[in-house]
């Protein structure tokens, strides 16, 4: 089979994205737009019954499956944030589906 007919299940591609995006943000200077966003409070309370999963949260979690407690040391170095976010995408870890 040719390497461009297959696909990559959707949530994989969906998670990678996420992660680099997010790497790109913290990047970021603190006076950015999209930094400030990333971690603005809004000061509103949430819905009662089973709290719903934030945009923060899904990508916690993608980076616990991808590089483990040391994931969040690993954003900042851009080089190696690369090499981490590569190596997810070739051995595909982040096809599991989460619980």
Do not use: C
């Not at 994989?12 to 400030?36: D, K, Y």
């Not at 979690?61 to 170095?77: A, K, L, P």
């Amino acid at each position: 089979m040719h390497k461009s007919s297959v696909k990559k299940p959707t949530i994989e591609t969906i998670r990678l994205n996420r992660l680099r995006w997010f790497g790109h943000v913290q990047r970021m200077g603190e006076n950015r737009i999209p930094q400030r966003v990333l971690y603005m409070n809004l000061g509103t309370t949430r819905l009662r019954g089973r709290p719903r999963n934030r945009w923060q949260d899904e990508v916690r979690e993608d980076g616990r499956i991808v590089g483990g407690e040391v994931w969040q040391e690993e954003v900042h170095n851009r080089r190696e944030w690369k090499k981490l976010l590569r190596m997810a995408r070739n051995s595909r870890i982040l096809h599991m589906p989460m619980e």
